[in-house]
């Protein structure tokens, strides 16, 4: 557990000491600062549209923090070489893919509470309003979902030698399952065999990343996903994590290591 | 004398397309001993196969045949690094990361209770003479500065046998000085050392013992007096006969 921790910390350091992060903390804090001074005809639906606009910018940042870091761990330390003086020590591959993982989830969720934070006090400033519990749900259940795509950015790495084309592929993976993975069963529907089988095997072995995007409840302040709904969104994501990071610790495990 | 380091037969071969029959072997057969509190010099021209032993007895490559043995426990298993301190050729670590943050990480990889990490951490970095730079990040450092960090961090555990991959490569005379002293020191310690290096006077020096190979295959191996006894010749003499670079010498 010392030798995860460890790795995980690293991971942080590195995250906080790029200025990656910063960078997309300061855009998002400008535009969310931009919605907190907006004020059309004391119109509050247009606080809301700006509102939707802040939380879709957090989602894009967040997913970019996760994948762009999670994207270039492994690869570097082979092309940095700071894995051979980690894996002389007694380090098990196991330990790298997981240590990795905790690194880059832990990170994201530093990323996604100084975000919310920052978002809750410009809106709830802006509209005297505190849906703090609303908001909390929103930030897990996206930690959740990140935790599946950084699963998928650590194994997309140790395939795929290159982290831009990883990233890429992540980013098209993601958004194409976040903008029509819920619709692919009725696609299929409408497919001839056998297109509609795959189109539905498709269907039911995507990670359902939609579910995790509670955005709408926010911007019409529909209260809170029910507890149940959200329990299940968590085991769904920590068992998708878990089957990731076994393909990737699977992957890992037998790949030579040259100096 | 109990044997920490133990090859039997170590074979290793890789995939080269361009080769008539698609492989090449990198280490032949391998046998090979180095024993408890003795410096043991691994040598050989570039490409000789000694980096790849090295990465196997490290685990970042896996022998087509035959073992290896790190106090007794086969290589495979990550156990078997315990108690070893590996310092790689290069510098190669987090350059973001200050000396004294790089030892607290691999003492916490080793799960060296705190206290007693500091009180490492603080005797290690007076020891490669980097006190006053502690809390600056690794990137701001010279080579030799980095190399010395690579010394204390193979050092953190307080290793048996310590495996260091041309320590003193590309270093000044006075960096090479250094770490040639820390290495004399750490065999006054009681510790073995099995090292790979190029400066042959270097390793006339140190080293109890040598062994040289060339195309993966071990040549000779031996005591350094009694090589230079047996061969009326000093190492480097000794080391290009054995290579074939001079074959007069080899009669």
């Not at chain 1, 990170?107 to 919310?116: K, M, P, S, W």
């Not at chain 1, 209260?223 to 998708?240: D, F, K, Q």
């Not at chain 2, 030799?144 to 320590?167: C, K, S, T, Y």
């Not at chain 2, 993966?216 to 090589?227: C, D, I, P, R, T």
Request: charged residues 20%; proline residues 4%; hydrophobic residues 50%.
């Amino acid at each position: 557990m010392s030798t995860v921790s460890a790795l995980a910390g690293v991971v942080v350091k590195e995250l906080y000491r790029r200025k990656d992060f910063y960078v997309l903390f300061v855009l998002t804090a400008l535009v969310t600062v931009l919605m907190g001074s907006m004020n059309f005809f004391h119109d509050k639906n247009i606080a809301g549209f700006l509102k939707e606009g802040c939380l879709w910018l957090i989602w894009i940042s967040a997913l970019v923090i996760a994948i762009v870091t999670t994207a270039r761990q492994i690869p570097a330390e082979c092309e940095n070489r700071t894995i051979f003086p980690l894996l002389a020590k007694p380090v098990t591959r196991n330990q790298v893919v997981l240590g990795k993982f905790a690194g880059c989830w832990l990170a994201t969720g530093i990323a996604l509470v100084i975000f919310y934070v920052f978002f809750t006090i410009v809106a709830g400033t802006r509209e005297n309003h505190w849906p703090v519990v609303s908001y909390l749900q929103a930030l897990w259940l996206q930690w959740m979902m990140l935790a599946i795509v950084i699963a998928l950015a650590l194994l997309g790495s140790i395939v795929f030698a290159a982290p831009s084309s990883n990233s890429t592929i992540c980013f098209v993976v993601v958004l194409g399952i976040l903008l029509i993975g819920g619709h692919l069963d009725q696609v299929a529907l409408r497919q001839p065999e056998p297109l509609r089988s795959i189109v539905y095997a498709l269907y039911f072995l995507m990670p359902h990343l939609e579910w995790y995007d509670v955005r709408q409840f926010v911007f019409f302040e529909q209260g809170t996903v029910s507890w149940r709904a959200c329990g299940l969104a968590t085991l769904y994501a920590w068992l998708y994590s878990g089957m990731l990071l076994l393909a990737a610790w699977i992957v890992f495990r037998r790949k030579a290591l040259n100096q | 004398m109990h044997a920490i380091v133990e090859l039997r037969n170590l074979r290793v071969e890789y995939k080269a397309p361009s080769a008539p029959d698609g492989k090449k072997v990198a280490v032949k057969n391998l046998n090979l001993q180095v024993r408890a509190g003795e410096v043991f010099g691994f040598l050989g021209p570039n490409g000789a196969g000694k980096t790849t032993t090295m990465n196997v007895l490290l685990g970042f490559v896996n022998a087509t045949g035959g073992d290896a043995f790190l106090f007794d426990v086969n290589v495979r298993e990550p156990i078997a690094r315990q108690r070893i301190g590996y310092l790689p050729e290069l510098t190669y670590y987090y350059k973001f990361l200050t000396a004294e943050e790089i030892l607290r990480f691999y003492a916490n990889i080793f799960g060296i209770e705190r206290g007693l990490a500091e009180d490492r951490i603080d005797k290690l970095l007076k020891l490669v003479e980097l006190e006053s730079a502690r809390k600056r990040p690794l990137k701001t450092y010279s080579k030799g500065m980095q190399q010395r960090v690579g010394l204390a961090q193979a050092l953190i555990n307080d290793p048996d046998l310590l495996i260091l991959d041309e320590p003193t490569s590309g270093l000044d005379p006075l960096g090479r000085m250094k770490v040639r002293a820390i290495i004399q020191r750490l065999k006054n310690e009681g510790k073995t050392v099995f090292f790979s290096s190029h400066e042959l006077g270097e390793v006339e020096t140190i080293c109890d013992r040598v062994a040289i190979i060339n195309q993966g295959e071990l040549k000779v191996e031996g005591s350094v007096v009694e090589l230079v006894t047996k061969h009326q010749a000093n190492l480097e003499q000794i080391f290009l006969n054995f290579i074939g670079y001079q074959p007069e010498l080899a009669a």
